[in-house]
């Protein structure tokens, strides 16, 4: 779960991170009284995508008039698709140069990784593409965590003053604090700005918590689903893992592996698909009939694809869950079941009965879900 700037910044704040000063509001009027005390600001739309500044997202502003208007201009935009409905007004700061600092999970190697960069102010994936020697990864030992030698490092790698190297450590060492007590899969401030007056102050701010450790964040519990469609949080609310795509497929399936074969295989047919969930292992008639109604219900699914290998999981009772859900529903779109496994024989025959075939070979029916999507027979 992504928070937004202000929210990170105030954790920022509070574990010793220099952050300008600044106020989160939601009215022009707001910004024109935090402007007259602050002097001149800049307004920072938030939002949870990153790009704001080269979108219209960040604007400078001289004179508290200047902010009223531009406050009016902003909030009720739309930025990459997401509304502006607060502002976080910040006092502008004299900027030397931009750096880049973060933490995150390195995933292949099982430890936090540090990524410092002295080419901030650019998106990481871009500077990772285009300069990956400007950017430094300093692996850290869970056995052992931070250690300030990593500051020096940094230091020296961004060229940063030597004077600088206690205050680097500072904010690295809040870094990983951050990341261990609110199970952070990534903290990163970018830029990381060396004012005129050289001091090092995190400008943006970023923390993205990792959504299974919020049992452990009662602080945070108000957050739960933000930022997720209505079928993303109904999907969660019944514990099905649930991703939402653009085409116009839906997709049941259990375990990860056939899920993401299936996406393949109907990217494959020329296909796309509207979403995928998986049902996981063992589900009985009970899971299955919400599943196929969640998706059923979604505007964009036009074919509904069920691909089911039953193990501990049994065709029989994944064809009672379809018909009882298409009893409750009466939604007349498509179905493509392909079911194959234990009970395969009921389940084929408990469909039948309801005039749905079951494939039992995956191609076909993903060629056929893919065929009744583009309106073919
Ligand atoms: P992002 O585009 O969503 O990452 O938003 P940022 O908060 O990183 O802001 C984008 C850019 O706006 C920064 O890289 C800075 O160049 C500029 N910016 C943000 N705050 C200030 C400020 O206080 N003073 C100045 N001069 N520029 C700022
Ligand atoms: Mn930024």
């Known amino acids: 779960m992504k928070l937004y700037e202000y929210e990170s910044k105030e954790i920022a704040r509070n574990y010793g991170v220099p952050v300008p000063r600044g106020k989160v509001v939601s009215t022009p009027e707001e910004v024109l009284k935090v402007a007259e005390e602050l002097g001149p600001v800049v307004l920072k739309s938030q939002v949870l995508v990153g790009g704001?500044?080269?979108?219209?997202?960040?604007?400078?502003?001289?004179?508290?008039?200047?902010?009223?208007?531009?406050?009016?201009?902003?909030?009720?935009?739309?930025i990459k698709g997401e509304k502006v409905e607060k502002l976080l007004v910040e006092e502008k700061v004299c900027i030397s140069r931009e750096y880049y600092v973060s933490i995150t999970v390195d995933r292949?190697?099982?430890?936090?990784?540090?990524?410092?960069?002295?080419?901030?102010?650019?998106?990481?994936?871009?500077?990772?593409?285009?300069?990956?020697?400007m950017i430094k990864k300093m692996p850290v030992s869970p056995m052992v965590g931070y250690t300030s030698y990593m500051s020096r490092e940094a230091t020296v790698f961004m060229g940063l003053p030597w004077e600088l190297s206690a205050s680097v450590d500072k904010i690295l060492s809040a870094m990983y604090k951050i990341m261990a007590d609110y199970s952070a899969e990534l903290v990163e401030f970018n830029p990381l700005a060396l004012t005129c007056d050289g001091k090092l102050v995190a400008l943006d701010a970023k923390i993205i918590v990792d959504d299974n450790s919020l049992f452990k964040h009662p602080e945070l519990q108000p957050l739960f689903g933000r930022g997720l469609s209505s079928?993303?949080?109904?999907?969660?609310?019944?514990?099905?893992n649930y991703v939402e795509l653009d085409g116009d497929i839906g997709v049941i399936s259990n375990g990860a592996g056939l899920t993401m074969a299936t996406m393949d295989a109907i990217l494959y047919y020329g296909g796309r698909p509207a979403n995928f969930l998986d049902i996981g292992g063992g589900a009985g008639r009970d899971r299955v009939k919400e599943a196929v109604k969640l998706l059923l219900s979604h505007p964009k699914v036009k074919v509904l694809l069920v691909n089911i290998f039953g193990?501990?999981?049994?065709?029989?009772?994944?064809?009672?869950?379809?018909?009882?859900?298409?009893?409750?529903?009466?939604?007349?779109?498509?179905i493509v079941v392909?079911?194959?496994?234990?009970?395969?024989?009921?389940?084929?025959?408990?469909?039948?009965?309801?005039?749905?075939t079951a494939y039992s070979e995956m191609d076909e029916a993903v060629s056929k879900a893919v065929s009744y999507a583009r309106g073919g027979e």
């Open 52 to 78: 704001r500044g080269l979108a219209g997202g960040v604007l400078k502003a001289e004179t508290p008039g200047e902010a009223y208007e531009k406050a009016k201009s902003l909030l009720g935009r739309e």
């Open 108 to 133: 292949a190697s099982r430890q936090a990784v540090y990524l410092v960069s002295s080419m901030g102010g650019v998106e990481i994936e871009e500077l990772a593409g285009r300069h990956p020697d």
């Open 231 to 240: 079928f993303e949080r109904k999907a969660k609310e019944l514990e099905f």
């Open 311 to 334: 193990g501990i999981t049994r065709c029989d009772e994944v064809a009672r869950g379809i018909v009882d859900a298409l009893a409750e529903t009466g939604v007349s779109k498509t």
């Open 338 to 356: 392909r079911m194959l496994g234990t009970n395969e024989e009921e389940g084929r025959k408990i469909l039948a009965e309801k005039g749905i």
